[in-house]
């Protein structure tokens, strides 16, 4: 796709992610300043090819990197009253390309996110490589589910 896109439009980008301007306004600036009319996705492949971050997206790995530190914290002070019950929440806004996320934990104190497609397929992607929770869990898992959905009004 850069194959398209002389060293001046290049540098152009460069600049602006060096300015801290997002995919979104880079793609704006792109179409208004350059009469270049690239999609989102064009636009993040091109960052790609150029080997280059938006400020954003940085801001967004920092996040994550940080994550795990976080909930490995919660769970440390999670009580002990937790073990044995499935708990499930629904996060405020979805993780990309789901309808609806969140995390639960089973019974066994493991932890894993869970997501539902837009096809209505749910997934679980646990904390621990290969870990699969208990016929009994996932019974658990989609009835808590299923009632938070409601009190939340999803259903």
């Known amino acids: 796709?850069?194959?398209q896109l002389d060293e001046k439009t290049k540098q152009k980008v460069i600049e602006w992610i060096n300015q801290g301007f997002s995919v979104a306004?880079?793609?704006?600036?792109?179409a208004e300043e350059l009469n270049i009319r690239l999609t989102y996705m064009e636009v993040k492949l091109l960052l790609a090819d150029l080997d280059l971050v938006p400020k954003d997206q940085e801001s967004a790995d920092q996040k994550k990197s940080q994550a795990p530190t976080q909930q490995q914290n919660q769970q440390a002070q999670q009580s002990p009253t937790n073990v044995g019950?499935?708990?499930?929440t629904v996060d405020e806004?979805?993780?990309p390309g789901?309808?609806?996320s969140g995390r639960v934990t089973f019974s066994d104190g493991q932890h894993?996110?869970?997501y539902m497609d837009e096809m209505g397929r749910l997934g679980i992607a646990p904390e621990l490589t290969g870990y699969r929770p208990s016929e009994d869990d996932l019974k658990k898992f989609k009835s808590a589910l299923q009632n938070e959905?409601?009190?939340?009004?999803?259903?």
Not at 25 to 30: A, G, P, S, V, Y
Not at 150 to 155: I, K, N, S, V
């Open 98 to 100: 789901t309808v609806l």
């Open 112 to 114: 894993a996110d869970w």
């Open 85 to 88: 019950t499935v708990t499930v």
């Open 149 to 155: 959905l409601a009190r939340l009004g999803y259903l």
């Open 93 to 95: 806004y979805p993780q």
């Open 1 to 3: 796709m850069n194959k």
């Open 25 to 30: 306004q880079i793609q704006k600036k792109l």
